[in-house]
């Protein structure tokens, strides 16, 4: 229920957008000795990594139903750079410390600023896609741990 409020009104600033951004600042330095424009697109891309990182980590464990959670993560993150990418030009949302917009500048940089708010529709819209498959993998993967007693594996043969 929380995924679908959020999918539908992807600017509400909830309880796990404080943790993305915290994710999403320590981005900015750590992919910043890569270069200016890699430290800009820093924030975001850290702020997709780590969750992808649980995806992956519970995928390796067997634990399919928790990647799912994990990739749903990944989906609220979509929603959450959306909305930073829609404001681009209008630069209306509070910037931690000041500084330039890094959707402003990648943008800017790469001459598609005039398009934040189609590309930021194009972001939200991979995470509905993203959410909506996390949402119907988890269910039958909980299903099959009901099921078999299992985290969705397959039952071994008897």
């Not at 424009?37 to 992956?56: D, E, I, N």
Request: hydrophobic share 50%.
């Amino acid at each position: 229920m929380y995924g679908a409020f959020l999918a539908l009104h992807p600017d509400h600033f909830g309880w796990l957008d404080g943790v993305d951004l915290a994710i999403h600042e320590a981005g900015h330095p750590l992919f910043g000795v890569f270069g200016e424009f890699v430290g800009f697109l820093g924030g975001t891309l850290m702020q997709l990594l780590m969750p992808s990182l649980f995806v992956w980590y519970f995928t390796r464990r067997g634990d399919r139903h928790a990647a799912t959670v994990a990739l749903w993560w990944v989906a609220q993150n979509l929603w959450n750079v959306s909305v930073y990418v829609k404001d681009a030009r209008a630069e209306e949302l509070p910037l931690v410390g000041g500084g330039e917009h890094d959707w402003n500048y990648l943008l800017g940089r790469l001459g598609l600023l005039g398009q934040d708010r189609l590309l930021g529709e194009a972001v939200r819209f991979a995470g509905v896609l993203l959410y909506l498959w996390a949402c119907l993998r988890g269910w039958t993967y909980a299903s099959a741990i009901g099921r078999d007693g299992d985290a969705g594996e397959p039952a071994a043969p008897s």
